[in-house]
């Protein structure tokens, strides 16, 4: 079907994926503050979707779907990062949360719980969960963030991309899925309901029975765990940088 893109046929193409360029960034919205205007998104989502017919190759495994998918909603990120509005002070900390996490985690060999976290960080719970809720609620803190951005683990997937890094991509994915799969049993659900069910955190308060801000809470957590736990690949990308 791709070969149209090659017979000037793209626009029959791109009406055809629109509905999943809208549906991604209504997903995204759904987290979003009312400062970020949908035809923002959507537009940007639809930059994504022309690179998308431009380098896909059916021979590397993955549907057309999840591939675009991927190349959408990293340019959504992209054009958000752009436009950040979010204080310097709250990305260093959630830094400084993540970096808590890995410390409490590597000392107690489990999964480190809130009170201690915050204990550890030498502040109040309250001021720990709005931490979290700054964190989810001014940034799209999401698992492409960690794949994406200017302190990301794998660069964005190019059409000109070399075999190591193609190998570097998929460990990296194993990697990822692993550390999703050993979260805590609460926090991998909300994961699951949020990018396996699409559901939006209004809809995933309902199913735990807690309130939206606990919800984007859970979500912020879950986000600053993982890179906590793959913070040995960060380290690694950046130490090739350097060297």
């Not at 079907?1 to 999943?20: E, F, K, R, S, T």
């Not at 998308?52 to 990062?81: N, P």
């Not at 719980?113 to 719970?125: P, R, S, W, Y």
């Not at 070399?162 to 926090?187: C, H, M, T, Y």
Request: aromatic share 4%; glycine share 6%.
């Amino acid at each position: 079907m791709y070969a149209a893109v090659q017979a000037g046929n793209v626009d029959a193409l791109v009406i055809q994926h629109a509905p999943l360029v809208k549906r991604i960034a209504y997903h995204l919205m759904g987290r979003l503050p009312d400062t970020v205007q949908l035809d923002d998104l959507i537009q940007s989502g639809m930059l994504g979707l022309l690179e998308a017919l431009k380098h896909y190759d059916a021979g590397q495994g993955a549907s057309f779907d999840t591939y675009a998918g991927i190349r959408i909603r990293g340019a959504m990120l992209d054009e958000l990062r752009r436009s950040d509005w979010t204080p310097r002070s709250v990305h260093k900390k959630a830094r400084m949360v993540a970096e808590a996490i890995r410390e409490v985690e590597n000392q107690l060999g489990r999964d480190a719980k809130d009170t201690e976290v915050a204990g550890h960080m030498g502040i109040g719970l309250n001021e720990y969960h709005h931490i979290l809720q700054d964190a989810v609620s001014c940034k799209t803190f999401s698992v492409e963030e960690l794949v994406q951005g200017e302190d990301s683990v794998i660069d964005d997937v190019h059409g000109n991309q070399q075999p190591e890094d193609v190998l570097i991509q998929q460990n990296f994915q194993k990697a990822l899925a692993k550390a999703i799969s050993e979260l805590p049993e609460r926090e991998r659900l909300v994961i699951s309901l949020y990018y396996d069910e699409e559901l939006n955190l209004r809809e995933i308060g309902k199913v735990l029975d807690v309130s939206e801000s606990r919800v984007s809470q859970i979500c912020s957590q879950a986000m600053l765990r993982l890179r906590a736990r793959l913070a040995d690949w960060v380290e690694g990308k950046d130490n090739e940088k350097c060297s």
